[in-house]
């Protein structure tokens, strides 16, 4: 329906598309999220964890999820999410550095992949899959992440090419337990995928601060962050307060889907600004 909505405007300018969407969301998203805001399932005290995933074409996919359940101290209470964006036929690569595409071959399944190779772990995984050209970026698939949760305990957002150290989870309960507020997020810039995550998890936490507006025209102003940076000497107890939180990485009481829940109004918006402006 929004592709036959978005195909008449084609050749408007940006504010007509945003109205296309704008108005054709009024009369079908909108209402339909309401009515769900209203029948959340209950939040439960059992110590699970849903991880929220949202992967556009992205090969790492499978290793994220594999990573994920194989670290976990407890896998069997970890739930995912998938919202899977991928080519499946008639496929183009993204624009390589000599500036041409190419032809390539359909994207890996990385649902169908993990389920053949983890039979027992496969009823965790609630996966909604979208055609890569029905896409509406990085924040919509969230909002459709978020719309997979089943009532779990903790809930955790992250990047579909992430790597994990060896009981994940249980460090992460432990930590949001032991953060001074009642309903708290956790978040920072993951290091780069090469670091001994074992020997990192020794330092001291970084946290996100130092926002700056974006430079380019293309950004239009937006708001980025600038980086994470350490502001303690050494490891903390108690997690510390921060301004921000990142949209590749966070883990939270997952009672804010419903105190703070994604907006349906926020299509082909990058990660980190709609974090802010929810």
Known sequence: MLHE?????????????WQAYHDLAV???????????QRMPQRREDGTVFLSVASYRDENCYNTLSWAYGNATNPTKLFVGLVQQ????????????NLTMQDVPPDQDCHAHFCKHHPTLCPNIRALHINEDESLGP?????????????????????????????WDSISIRMLRAAPTEKPVLSHYPPDHSVDLVQRSHDAGSRL???????????????????????????????????????G???AHSEFLKDVPFDPFLPWVSRVNTTVKR
């Open 249 to 251: 990485y966070f883990v």
């Open 27 to 37: 009369k079908t998203l909108f209402p339909w999220d309401q009515q769900y805001l």
């Open 86 to 97: 991928n080519c499946q036929s008639n496929c183009r690569s993204g624009v390589l550095a």
């Open 139 to 167: 924040y919509a698939a969230r909002f459709f992440a978020s719309k997979l949760w089943g009532g779990e305990q903790w809930y955790m957002q992250i990047d579909a090419h992430m790597t994990f150290r060896a009981d």
């Open 209 to 247: 601060c130092g926002p700056a507006f974006a430079g380019s025209e293309l950004e239009n102003q937006i708001i980025r962050l600038e980086g994470a940076g350490k502001y303690d000497a050494v490891k903390l107890d108690v997690p510390r307060f921060a301004p921000f939180t990142a949209a």
């Open 5 to 17: 909505k978005l195909q008449e405007v084609k050749k408007a300018n940006y504010l007509d598309v």
